[in-house]
């Protein structure tokens, strides 16, 4: 039996980390990165051609559509801090933000989150969902708001922050 390369998401010290291992199995692959005290989210053997090994490293989170970038981030999270500041209720922020955003990919994730915290889903694990958008910070401060009622002042950190 010969090693074979798998890919592999997980979490190590709070950080998402992806990577390949040699390994002879998918359970060797697993015990290796737990042993590195990484907590595996996904893990799947390479192919071996070249080809998909290019178009791997090419999609990063965009899935084939317009990639987000950080001053996209920026835009949202300035008019996000500055609408709640100005006291309008979240889900209207979220709706007229949606309306005014010209990038296609953030326009879906900020109508995704729109959509979950209707549903109940509290404003931080909306954000949680899109991790190589929204790092630690981000969700955190976001927390901070939330258990404080204090949404728009973390808000206005987190615009500092960018």
Avoid: W
């Avoid at 317009?66 to 500055?82: G, L, N, R």
Wanted: glycine content about 6%.
């Amino acid at each position: 039996m010969s090693s074979e390369n798998y890919s592999y998401k997980g979490i190590s010290a709070g950080a998402y980390v992806e990577g390949v291992i040699d390994a002879l199995s998918v359970e060797e692959a697993s015990f290796k990165l737990k042993e590195k005290k990484i907590i595996i989210t996904k893990i799947t053997r390479e192919k071996i051609k070249k080809k998909s090994k290019e178009k791997n490293k090419k999609s990063s989170f965009s899935f084939g559509k317009k990639k987000v970038k950080p001053e996209d981030i920026v835009i949202f999270s300035k008019q996000f801090a500055t609408m709640v500041k100005a006291g309008l209720p979240i889900l209207n922020v979220l709706a007229m933000i949606r309306d005014q955003i010209e990038h296609p990919t953030v326009k879906e994730i900020v109508e995704d989150i729109r959509k979950s915290l209707e549903g109940g889903v509290t404003l931080s694990k909306c954000f949680e969902k899109y991790p190589k958008i929204f790092d630690n910070v981000y969700i955190n401060l976001i927390k901070a708001g939330e258990a404080s009622g204090k949404l728009d002042l973390f808000l206005l950190k987190l615009v500092g922050f960018t």
